[in-house]
């Protein structure tokens, strides 16, 4: 059959008239969004008032009337004050986060010794990185690296005392050090140990059930705060003299497994959440146990529960700001301590201080928050919506 | 079976108090090399860090003194930062080997808890800040009838406040915070007529205020706080040591001997500087403490007397200018006396 051109209907849809004016551009989005009834009239005009109430102050302090650089209190004080600001003046101290700043980085380590502290946060990033982007091949050696390689050197490099190194004792840590080092060790640990824990308390051997179970309850039960305080001044008193044990490792200690006990019952919520049938199933196929948990079940339950996950890891990175109770200095602690230093004390010192530190807080937990929404959105292949 | 547990166990608990009671602190000292030190985690003046991160202060420097009685050299000293409630603990467990804290002496912490007292670095006392502008004509802590009193909660300030007011008859509102910035922030703002800590204490406050000239402390000392050095109790040497270092630093003092003329003073002929600075030809009393015969000049040259530490930390070289008051020379109007050393 020959084909002919002939056919009158369109082969092409017509181009769609523009929209009229007031449904288009910028106008159209502000009624759509700003002004569709009057009660929205309304609410955008109070929020606009609102708005010009409270930035432009904010804006003044933190950028315009701040201070940047100085070696002391003057700079931030004003002449009534014994410094050298106008009457009335108020804005950030920067020049105090500036002249602290190593100091809130890395606490009392050693200064020409923090190349070491660099070296580790470097690898640390070059290996996480590509763990976390999908695109990038060789998960498994990648793993292997940043699980089992890297948490040796990082050991040898921060600590010392090997090869060459000199040793740096724990007591000198301080700052985003200790809550970086505190946090990612807690999280490292946590996650794996949650999973057995989880996985244990739903054990059909009594045993191990009811270990998990006392374990999860107990630490469950008693605050962060006694943990650590108990770590920190009982356990001295019970070991012989002479014996300490280091303060940083009983603090980490107890921060791993308090996180450890709640990772657990997140990781069970998700557990629960898997149907019968999925058990079953994989009972018919004939896998073992952990074949069936390895390869059925968790992959499942972990998706399930990764906003649980993350909470509990923004909880514990936030958390880590309590070894303070001890006499150890996180990145909040050392910044209070700092407050106490003669030299830079002011009005504005304490505010611009505990700015600094709740905005570096806030990016690493942003930053945490942002990988799992798109974490929680690539493995949602199941329960789309 | 049981019997072993029990007898293992008895063992242990008398190890633990043999070894923490009776070990002769000095040799360990020595051996580590360093002095272990126990100091408060941050106050101002007394020991904070500075923007290296170094440890300053009036305590920070008597726990160096100590280093530089033993070594003669300041710097062999490690900071422990103590909390208030672990100070005690990490004392009783041999953490640290001396608590220069500004911890109060009181009998029961003397006999209870285990410990020597040094003597009194810096005699403290608890006062009153009110704003001068707002309460004008106030110049006594007894006008202060149904004032509303900010305070930290949980310290032996707020026991003392309620002390003080009730004995005294008089209504007050205290305004209670657990952290001292917000303390600091409700004073300043007005919430309320006025302000109760160490009188230490207020200085440093006064200094992070909007308009501290407005702000005035008031005469009244409603509490006594002798703050001094502590070491556990059953090594006397260790003790003296301590408490002579404590002693020689307001000696040097009253003998005028500072960090900058102690190496002309050696050549001194007064006999009592002469003793002091060990230049006598048969000087025993270094040796007396178990230290060397220059222990003194060691102390004064690494930090320098106890006025040199004072003006330098907490007086007028610093930004708190803490008048001397009751911490000056016995000479001079103050009660720091100095025992002889001969």
């Known amino acids: 059959m020959q084909e002919h051109d002939l056919s009158w209907v369109r082969t092409e849809m017509a181009l769609a008239e523009k929209a009229p004016a007031r449904e288009r551009g910028v106008v159209a989005w502000l009624r759509k969004n700003l002004m569709a009834t009057p009660v929205d009239g309304i609410l955008t005009l109070i929020g606009l008032v609102v708005v010009a109430l409270i930035v432009p102050p904010i804006l003044n302090w933190v950028l315009f009337s701040a201070q940047w650089t100085g070696a002391d209190r003057a700079v931030c004080a004003t002449v009534a004050q014994g410094g050298s600001q106008p009457e009335g003046w108020s804005g950030a101290c920067w020049a105090f986060i500036n002249a602290k700043f190593a100091q809130f980085m890395f606490g009392r380590y050693t200064d020409s010794e923090r190349w070491r502290v660099i070296l580790v946060a470097v690898m640390f990033v070059a290996l996480l990185v590509p763990l976390m982007i999908p695109r990038v091949p060789r998960k498994g050696l990648n793993a292997i690296l940043l699980f089992l390689v890297f948490p040796v050197i990082a050991f040898f490099l921060l600590v010392g005392g090997a090869f060459g190194l000199p040793y740096v004792e724990t007591q000198l840590w301080g700052g985003l050090l200790v809550t970086l080092v505190l946090s990612t060790v807690g999280i490292a640990v946590s996650l794996p140990l949650g999973i057995l824990l989880a996985l244990g308390r739903r054990s059909r051997l009594p045993v191990v059930k009811a270990v998990c179970v006392i374990f999860i309850e107990t630490v469950r039960g008693v605050p962060l705060v006694t943990v650590l305080f108990m770590a920190s001044v009982m356990l001295p008193l019970f070991l012989p003299a002479g014996m300490t044990f280091d303060k940083f490792l009983r603090a980490l200690i107890g921060v791993a497994l308090f996180a450890s006990a709640y990772m657990a019952e997140v990781i069970r919520g998700g557990l629960q959440a898997i149907p019968k049938g999925q058990y079953e199933g994989a009972d018919s196929l004939g896998l073992t146990y952990w074949q069936k948990t390895g390869l059925i079940v968790l992959p499942q339950a972990l998706k399930l529960v990764i906003p649980g996950i993350v909470n509990t890891f923004i909880g514990m990175f936030k958390d880590t700001s309590l070894v303070y109770i001890i006499g150890m200095f996180d990145l909040l602690g050392i910044v209070r301590q700092n407050f106490a230093d003669a030299t830079w004390a002011s009005a504005q010192t304490p505010m611009s201080g505990l700015v600094f530190a709740g905005f570096v807080f806030w990016i690493f937990c942003f930053g945490m928050s942002r990988y799992s929404i798109y974490m929680e959105r690539r493995l949602d292949t199941g329960h789309k919506r | ?342």
């Open chain 2, 1 to 342: 079976m049981k019997n072993t547990v029990k007898v293992i166990l008895g063992a242990a608990a008398l190890g633990m108090a043999a070894s923490a009671a009776s070990a002769a602190t000095l040799d360990d000292v020595k051996a580590k090399g360093f002095v272990q030190c126990g100091v408060n985690t941050a106050l101002a003046g007394f020991s904070a860090p500075n923007d290296k991160g170094e440890w300053t202060g009036f305590d920070v420097d008597f726990c160096r003194a100590v280093a530089a009685a033993i070594f003669g050299d300041p710097t062999k000293v490690k900071f422990t930062p103590t909390n208030a409630k672990e100070r005690f603990t990490a004392l009783q467990s041999g953490e640290i080997d001396l608590l220069a804290r500004n911890t109060t002496w009181t009998l029961s912490r003397d006999t209870s808890l285990g410990f020597n007292f040094a003597g009194v670095n810096y005699y403290d006392g608890q006062g009153f800040m009110i704003n001068g502008k707002k309460l004008p004509g106030v110049n006594s802590a007894l006008q202060l009838s149904g004032a509303s009193v900010c305070v930290q909660s949980g310290t032996t300030t707020e026991l003392n406040l309620a002390d003080y007011f009730k004995a005294n008859n008089l209504e007050y509102n205290p305004v209670v915070f657990e952290k001292l910035e917000e303390v600091n922030a409700a004073y300043d703002s007005g919430r309320c007529d006025a302000y109760t800590t160490d009188q230490s204490g207020l200085y440093s406050i006064r200094l992070t205020l909007a308009a501290p000239d407005d702000h005035v402390v008031l005469p009244e000392i409603i509490s006594k706080e002798p703050l001094g050095p502590a070491v556990r109790q059953g090594d006397d040497q260790w003790f003296d040591i301590v408490k002579w270092t404590l002693n020689a630093m307001v000696l040097a003092e009253e003998l005028g001997i500072t960090q900058a003329n102690v190496e002309e003073m050696k050549a001194s002929p007064n006999p009592d500087i002469k003793r002091v600075l060990g230049q006598e030809a048969d000087s025993k009393l270094g040796a007396g403490l178990g230290l060397s015969e220059d222990w003194v000049v060691n102390i004064v040259k690494g930090v320098g007397n106890y006025g040199e530490v004072f003006e330098r930390n907490i007086g007028q070289g610093s930004p708190l200018k803490i008048a001397r008051g009751l911490n000056a020379l016995w000479t001079k109007g103050g009660i720091q006396y100095a025992i002889p050393i001969r």
